[in-house]
Structure formats: C-alpha cells, structure tokens
C-alpha cells in the first residue's frame, strides 16, 4: 500500500506494491502450465531430431511418400544443402529447435523475473515501503516492454510455420500425405501455447483502455461525479443491480420486489462516508485480509490475557471461601488444578466474573448474575423462550409447508386466513401444527409476503401455554438483506402518537421500523387479535408473546412496542436480534417486557455503526503495527497457533506495540486526517445516535468449545460494543440448534473458567509442531534446497542431452572381409540412438572411400541392419530411468523451498539420487556393446571391428553423474540437520 505507479497515469491497483506477490504466484503457475505444454512439444522435438523427422529428402517432409532415406549407404552418406549426389539432397528444418529454444529462453527469463519482484515485493512493511517502488518499477517496465518481445516473436514463428506447412499440400505436391500433422495431439498442444503467449499481450489494450479512462475521469465533464456523493449514488445503482440479477438467476430468494429506487441510498451513502470520506486512506485488499486476520489475533490475546486476571480474581475468591469454610467447620473438596468460574453463595442467585470489553479494546472484569434454578423468575424466562423458541424457528419454512400441504392454501396465495366462526370454534382440530408435533398449536393467520415493508409472519395460538404468539421470520430472501442494511435511526415520534406509546426523542432502526409498521397495519387490517381476545373468545384470557429470530427479532421487538399500550401483559423474546434497534433510553424502558438472547460470538448483535467505527479504528492501528513484510505475515496467520499462551510471543513477532507505531509515515498522516474528519461527521450524522440491543440480554456463552455447554447470564447490553472476529461469529447466529440449546441448559452446573473461550480444537493440537504450509519460496528448510534444485535441474539437462546427442563416442572401425583382407570402415561419431551423417567434403568424391568424408552437422537414426545388443540396449533403458529419477529429484527440492519435509522425506530423496547416479554409470555399458566391438553387418559376411573414446555426450553423462551424487550428499545433510 499504496498501489506501485508504474507511469504518470498507469499504477498497479487494486494490488500494493507488496501484493505482487500474487501476480508471481499467478503468473508462475500460468507459466507452469505453459511448461506442461512446452515440456512434450521440446520432446517430440528431440525425438524428431534422433529419428530424422526434422530432415526433409528432396524438399519433402516426412509425412509426404516421397520422403526416403533410401538403403544403407544412404543412412551412412547423403549430401547435405545443394551439393547433389545420387538426386538425393538432404535439407533440415530448424523450426522446432528454433521455436523451443526461444519459448525456452522466454521461460527461463520470465521466472527469472518473477523471483526478482517477488524479492523486491518482499521488502518494508505494508505501511512503510522503504523504497520498495523503486526496485519494483524498472522490473514492471523491463516486462511490459522487453520480456513481452518473446511471446511476440513466438506467436509470429507460430503463424509463418503453419501458414507455410499447409501450403502446397502439405508439401506433399500432388501425393496425398501419408498422416496430416496437424491431426497430431502435439500440435494441439502448440496450438495451445500459441494461444497463452497470445493472452499475455493484452496487457497492452490493457494499458491504452486505463490511459483512455484516466483522461476521460480527469476531464471537467466527469470530475464533479467523483465527488463521495456522487459515488454513494453510483454504489447505490450497483448494489441495485447486483441484486436484481440475482434475483433473476435464484429462483425462491426473493428480490422481485426490489425496484433500485432508493432501496440502497442510506446503506450506500453510510458505506461511502465510512471507507472512502475526502481524506482518503489508501488500502487495498490485501492489507484488510492481512490486518482482519491479525486484529482477531490481537483481539484474542486481549481476552486471553483478560482471562489470565479473571483466573486469579476467580482463585483469590475461591480462596476466600475456601477460609470462610474452614472457619465454619464444613468440608469442601476443591481439585488442585479447578478454577471455578462461579461462585456460589447461600444466596438465591449465582455470579459470573465475565470479560467487558472496552472502548480502547481492552477487557475488564465484570461481575453478573446467572439465572439460577433457584430464582423463579430465570426459570420461567428460559422455559417460556426454550418453548417459545421452537416457533421463531418454524415460520422460516415449516408453517408455510404446513398451511400449503395441511391446510389446503392455494398456489401463489401468500395469505392464510381462517373463518371468523371457524377461528372461534375451539373443537376444530384442523389447523394444528401436527406437521411440526405440536398438536397443542394451531394456525390462526399468516401472512407469507415478502417485499421491502412486507415480511412473513403468523399469528398461532398455544393452548399447553394458555398464549397466542406471534413469530416473525428473520432474513431469508434479498428483500430482507436491504431492510438489514437500512440501519440509519428514525425518529419514533409519529409511530409512539399513532400507537400509544411514548416515542418523543427516540429511535429506531429504519428498516426494523418499516417492517413493524406494516404487520402493525397488517393485522388491523385482518382483524385477527381483535377476534381472538373479544369478548366471546375463549381465548380473550391467553397471554400475548411475541418472537423473533434475526432480523425478525428486531422486528418483534418493535411491534412489541406498539401492541402493549392495547396488551399491558405482552411479551417478547428475541432471539440474537440485531445490535441496532432503539436508543438506549428505549432499549432500558423495554427492560419489563422484552428478553433478547445473544449466543456466544454472535456477530450481527454486535454490527452497530459505532462498533463498525471501532473495528475500523482498530485494524487501521494493527495495519500501522506490522513490522514485517506482508508476505512474512501472511505466512505467520497461515500457521496455526496450537497454544492460546503462544499468542502474545506470536504476535510480537509480527506487530510492534502501540506505542512504538512509526508516526511520520504518509499512512499514519492519512488515518489521522480520516480520523478527524469521522469524527467531526460523527456528531452530525444520522449515526450519532447510538443504537442498541432492547430489553434484558441473556448471553449464551459455550463453556466447552463444542457447543454442547453454555452459561446463561444477564449481560449488559454495553458488553456488545466490539465485533468479536472468531471462527463462530456466523456460525452462532444460526437458528436450527438454538431450541436445543435452550431446552438442554443446566442452571446448576458447575463450569471452568479455562473453558471460557474456546481453544484450539484437539486436531490442532496433535499437528506436527513444524508443520508449515505450501508457500512459494519460503525455504522452510533452509538455503541448501535451493541450491539443490540449481544442481538437479543442470543433472536433468545434461542427462538429457547424453541421451539424446549423437556424439557419445567417437567411433573408429575397420572391416574384417573373409578372405582377411582388412580395410578402413566409417568413423562415425555415434550416440545411444543416432549417429552422425557423414557428407563429402566436396562434388568430387567417392562414397565408399572414408577419406573423401566428413561429419556434418546432422543426426540420423541408426539403419535396419545394425542390430543394437544386450549391453546397448541396457544402456538406453538405464539412461532413460537416470532421467526420470532426477526429474522426481529434482520435483522433491523444488518442493522443499516452499513446505517442510520430514526427515524419512529426504531419506528417500537420497535414495532416489543415489539409484541415479549409479543408472547413469551403468549407461556407459555402451562401451561392451557391438558398437563399440565386433558387430556383424545383416545381409553381408564382412564384419565391422570398433574402439570407442569418449566424447560430448560421454561428458554430459559423467557430469550429470557427479551432479546426482552431489545432491544425494546434500540430502544427507539435510536430514543430518533435522
């Protein structure tokens, strides 16, 4: 951060300068594929050239009838360019070698590159670049405008070779070809590369359309729509959009109601001030991954820490105790290792030490009350929501299943209604909620609309509990994503006047508010509790309960308020309600008749615009606090952290404190101009008034990390002003399991306090300790697999190379007639499977005289009647397996620079290069062969007698030998090492 300005109009955004580690990873494994293409085209190549496919006899390819090498003395002697002997002119077509060799070049150079900036990008910290940009640049310039030459050259190659192969038949004149090589899987291979090496040169209308872009945004005409506004209006019309095509491709989500006419501009506008005000801090997206992952981090050494001190308050009580037992002559066992998170007194009611978290961040000890079975009061509230809860969970899919399939509710019709009579009539068992097992229910109304006022809900009455309820559906479709979003406060004024209920200077969420008002008017309009508590009901008796999950919840809370002027006795229990509902005063007056629950790290209680303040602050502060190159940190959060005590050692590797954050750096000016500029809006705002959670709060804290025990306690409703980022913050505001939850809550249970907050599951904790993810180039093993990949990938390449030359051996011969007369024979240079063409030093010369020839620069295949022994044949098959044990080598320290390997790992690397090496020896078993000795000539009585010493491809083979063994050594040590 900020994004690396290549030129005046041209920068790297949305990427830093030190997320170019992404580039390198991408493009790596784009050129990683592009090997996989490359890698059977340079073999086909290789091939090519051992057989004679890339020589062409008389002008035509090998595909072509003509094409002919003739009987054995022309496999010995041809005439090579336009020297012509015996019509038989030899020419080679270089495309092959020319094309892998340049692609080749291009791969080497490119990863090359892609090391230096992945270097260069490893360099300062996110917020202090330490001239980071200036390594950078010229290697970004250096690639746009010099590695890019290749794929250019290439794909010209490419094109002049197909276009000039096709012409004339193939080359075949008016012979039919005997196979097309475009028919070939390796030419579809080469059509593939071509199309990579094409891709990567759209970077260049790439950089003409930003250049195009820029001047157009920087023109008088546009400047003014640039504006906050003018870009809160523009995210308006995007979400808009963004939503309506998804309502168009998910049928049953919803949306249709959604018209982009100003369903967005609160949330759009709010979202705008909150991350992009006039003072602009630049963070890509890379830096809230990182910064968001290390907040969570330093935010749990915080609690961690907190519980350390809750530990020793809890103990110093316990001790407490402990005396005034023994004072009092009574036995307690107490464990030696058991901090008891409660205390119980000979009081009715139990307390609980929990952790409030402050404004700066920090937590202090609080102590609470937990519901106790002792207080007939906590009972009765969590039996009544344990029963009522079962409810806020069916009218999200159950009910209306039930009205559809039970209750004969017409297709398309999203209204139940029963007969006035029929609703009266208490021996009508038609409409009880069976379906669900709850023969004690039955159906009143519901009303399954769904749009931006209108929300699903239904009106039952439970005849176990003597009470009509009320339960209202939380968010399921887009409609209820908008009215979540729609959290600026309105006014209560007009709705506390219309209602009966005191609303002079209070507020509510807007969305929250619209929903309310219309299942106010709603059942006005359909008469329904007017009918169940009239005077000729035998219902007018029953309680009223109104609940809630979600967003529904919030929405139970309001209507709650505006039904208890008409229902005094009116209840609500709201289940993991949304944070931002009333103000506080509000909130405190709605003490007496609504109960929200809030299950451990539930997120959305916590999503206020004050705690989204807050969370921001924070992370801008740990962003400003790393120390380390963001690649570092990105490895470090990668890296799990089996000890919650190893929390604070960790995070001091990576974050310095507070007090030591480097000020005069042009991040920290930025947050501080933000910083202030927030705060001066804050006052202003809509988002002044603070919003809060209605009512007495339960929170449900799980004691065992596996959600099978919690404590239930009243909580303060200023404990939820921190978003707390844990692996359950979603997971915890699911609805399916939270009945369960209820209903299994032991209120006499003793719990620990080191099970407070949840550790590192068991699977974690039985992890290696050394164990380290996959990352590119880490070395997590040290420098020397690094230099073993140098060494393995030199060993791949010349064993390849002594197997494919044909300058193995330089062979001298002689011919044995029957008559003894001996003679000079041809002295080839030859290799495991071609040797080299011999061409007449000049037009006159005489085939059959050795004198007369010379080596050209041309391989050829090896003619039918020589017949290759036992000894050359176990030399090709030990070259081949030579090669292929060090590609695996050579695949295994590749993958030491970037994951840890154990110790019987590098056991068998060794191995591997050890069997190696020992193959590649036993390849020069060539020189026991016929080649090198006695070898009978088919079809003839003389016989060939030769010596053999050693030449290129015997070097390449030796040093590919001593390669291997170098890195079996180096194997060695590493597991010497470990």
């Known amino acids: 951060m900020p994004a690396l300005k290549v030129f005046k109009n041209f920068s790297t955004r949305p990427f830093a300068g030190d997320d170019l580690h992404i580039i390198c990873l991408v493009l790596g494994t784009y050129r990683v594929l592009q090997c996989l293409c490359l890698i059977p085209i340079i073999i086909e190549t290789l091939v090519e050239k051992i057989r004679g496919g890339n020589l062409r006899i008389n002008g035509y390819p090998r595909w072509c009838p003509q094409f002919s090498l003739g009987e054995s003395k022309a496999f010995l002697v041809g005439t090579v360019g336009e020297k012509e002997i015996d019509d038989l002119v030899i020419t080679v077509d270089r495309f092959g070698m020319l094309f892998t060799v340049v692609a080749s070049i291009f791969v080497f150079v490119d990863f090359t590159w892609i090391m230096c900036v992945w270097s260069a990008a490893s360099i300062g910290t996110p917020t202090q670049p330490m001239g980071r940009d200036e390594y950078l640049k010229p290697l970004i310039i250096f690639k746009m405008f010099a590695v890019n030459v290749f794929p250019l050259l290439l794909i010209a190659l490419g094109i002049a070779k197909v276009v000039e192969g096709r012409q004339n038949n193939y080359g075949c004149g008016d012979e039919e070809p005997k196979f097309y090589p475009d028919d070939r899987p390796i030419y579809g291979l080469f059509c593939v590369l071509l199309f990579t090496f094409a891709l990567e040169l759209l970077v260049f209308p790439a950089i003409l359309t930003n250049k195009i872009v820029h001047l157009i945004r920087s023109s008088k005409l546009v400047r003014k729509t640039y504006s906050t506004r003018a870009k809160g209006e523009r995210l308006e019309q995007c979400l808009g959009m963004i939503f309506k095509c998804i309502a168009l491709c998910s049928k049953g989500q919803g949306g249709h109601d959604l018209k982009n006419k100003g369903e967005w501009r609160d949330f759009a506008s709010n979202l705008m001030e909150f991350a992009n005000n006039d003072a602009k801090v630049d963070v890509v997206l890379s830096d809230m991954y990182v910064g968001g992952k290390l907040l969570a981090r330093v935010q749990a050494e915080r609690r961690f820490l907190a519980i350390q001190k809750l530990k020793t308050t809890s103990n110093q009580q316990q001790d407490e105790s402990l005396d005034d037992d023994e004072s009092t002559g009574d036995f307690v066992d107490h464990s030696t290792d058991r901090r008891q998170l409660l205390k119980t007194k000979k009081s009715k009611n139990k307390r609980i030490l929990t952790l409030q978290p402050q404004v700066d961040g920090d937590y202090v000890v609080s102590e609470k009350n937990v519901l106790s079975s002792k207080s007939a009061e906590d009972v009765e509230i969590l039996t009544a929501s344990a029963h009522f809860s ?22 398309g019709c999203q209204t139940f209604v029963r007969d006035c009579n029929d609703l009266l009539n208490h021996h009508n068992d038609s409409f009880r909620l069976t379906r669900m097992g709850c023969e004690h229910a039955h159906l009143c109304y519901a009303n399954f609309s769904n749009g931006i006022a209108a929300t699903p809900y239904a009106i039952l009455v439970d005849e176990m509990k003597e009470t009509v309820v009320i339960t209202v559906r939380g968010t399921n479709s887009l409609e209820d994503w908008v009215i979540d979003l729609q959290y600026v406060p309105l006014p209560l004024d007009e709705c506390g006047s219309v209602c009966g209920f005191d609303g002079e200077g209070h507020y509510c969420h807007k969305g929250v508010l619209t929903r309310a008002k219309w299942m106010y008017n709603d059942m006005k309009e359909n008469r329904v509790l007017k009918m169940l508590y009239s005077n000729d009901s035998r219902y007018n008796a029953y309680n009223l309960v109104v609940v809630g999950h979600s967003l529904g919840g919030g929405c139970a809370t309001v209507l709650s308020l505006m039904l208890r002027p008409n229902f005094p006795n009116l209840k609500c229990f709201a289940f993991e309600p949304p944070g931002c509902i009333f103000d506080e005063k509000m909130a405190g007056k709605c003490n007496d008749f609504i109960v929200s629950f809030v299950r451990h790290d539930d997120v959305v209680p916590r999503v206020t615009q004050p705690n989204l303040e807050l969370l921001r602050d924070e992370f801008f502060d740990v962003l400003a606090r790393i120390r380390v190159p963001k690649i570092q940190a990105f490895r470090d959060i990668r890296s799990p952290i089996l000890n919650d005590s190893n929390l604070a050692q960790r995070n001091s590797k990576v974050l310095c404190r507070r007090h030591e954050i480097e000020r005069d750096t042009t991040f920290y000016e930025q947050v501080r101009k933000f910083r202030t500029e927030r705060a001066a809006k804050n006052q202003t705002g809509d988002v002044s008034v603070k919003l809060y959670i209605p009512g007495r709060i339960i929170h449900l804290v799980d004691t065992s990390g596996d959600e099978t025990t919690y404590i239930p306690y009243w909580a303060s409703r200023y404990e939820f002003n921190q978003v707390v980022l844990s692996n359950t913050m979603l997971s915890d505001h699911s609805m399916l399991c939270l009945p369960d939850i209820l209903h299994k809550l032991d209120l006499d249970n003793i719990h620990e306090v080191n099970t407070f907050h949840k550790s590192e599951s068991n699977e974690e904790e039985n992890e290696d300790p ?209």
Not at 812 to 834: D, I, K
Request: proline content about 4%; aromatic content about 12%; hydrophobic content about 45%.
């Open 390 to 411: 079962q409810y806020a969970l069916y009218i999200y899919f159950d009910i209306f299943d039930a009205a559809l399939h039970d209750f004969d509710l017409p297709e």
């Open 770 to 978: 050394h164990f380290l993810k996959f990352m590119l180039c880490s070395f997590p093993n040290g420098r020397l697999p690094s230099l073993l990949v140098v060494s393995s990938l030199m060993a791949c390449v010349f064993s390849l190379l002594s197997n494919s030359v044909c300058k193995y051996f330089k062979r001298e011969s002689t011919l044995h007639y029957p008559n003894s007369t001996v003679v000079p024979g041809f002295n080839l240079s030859a290799g495991l499977y071609s040797y080299t063409l011999k061409q007449c030093k000049d037009n006159n010369c005489y085939e059959d005289n050795p004198r007369d020839l010379e080596d050209s620069k041309y391989c050829q295949p090896y003619p039918l009647a020589i017949v290759p022994d036992a000894y050359w044949k176990s030399a090709r098959v030990f070259g081949a397996i030579s090669l292929i044990l060090g590609l695996f080598g050579l695949a295994f320290v590749s993958l030491a620079t970037c994951t840890k390997m154990k110790k019987s790992r590098w056991k068998a690397a060794c191995m591997i290069f050890l069997v190696g090496t020992l193959c590649q020896g036993l390849q020069f078993l060539l020189v026991q062969s016929n080649l090198c000795n006695k070898m009978p000539i088919l079809g003839r009585e003389d016989v060939a007698k030769a010596e053999c010493s050693l030449a290129k491809g015997a070097f390449l083979s030796i040093a590919a030998m001593l390669l291997l063994f170098l890195n079996a050594i180096g194997c060695v040590c590493m597991f010497k090492i470990k």
